[in-house]
């Protein structure tokens, strides 16, 4: 059972930075993608940084030069380090993970965690 517990979110000004991270005991395994997504209210869920099992990530352009996405194996975490924060970023941000690559289905996803940025 692939279970994912995300941490790290809050509130913050524009410009700050926020680090979230996703508790995954799957992280080590090969053919598993992980990736951070998030949803703001009344707007569909969008994707945000993707990582493969092989390191390549890949990150929405409204993100691109801002946020890193990474995995730790040895504290079996997949991290988001958000910088330069603006207000349009404020979400509910979700990890998931998908069996295979990641072009596959996220069909595990966790909670979500809040992340606010007021101007």
């Known amino acids: 059972q692939v279970v994912l517990v995300e941490s790290g979110g809050g509130s913050v000004q524009a410009g700050g930075s926020l680090r979230l991270s996703c508790a995954a005991s799957?992280?080590?395994?090969?053919?598993?993608?992980m990736g951070w997504f998030r949803q703001a209210p009344g707007k569909e869920r969008e994707e945000v940084a993707t990582?493969?099992?092989?390191?390549?990530?890949s990150y929405a352009d409204s993100v691109k030069g801002r946020f890193t996405i990474s995995k730790d194996s040895a504290k079996n975490t997949l991290d988001l380090q958000m910088n330069s924060l603006k207000p349009e970023d404020t979400a509910m941000y979700y990890c998931?993970?998908?069996?295979?690559?990641?072009?596959?289905?996220?069909?595990?996803w966790g909670q979500g965690t809040q992340v606010t940025v007021s101007s």
């Open positions: 990582i493969e099992s092989d390191g390549t990530t």
């Open positions: 799957v992280i080590t395994y090969s053919g598993i993608c």
């Open positions: 998931a993970a998908a069996l295979g690559w990641c072009t596959y289905d996220f069909n595990y």
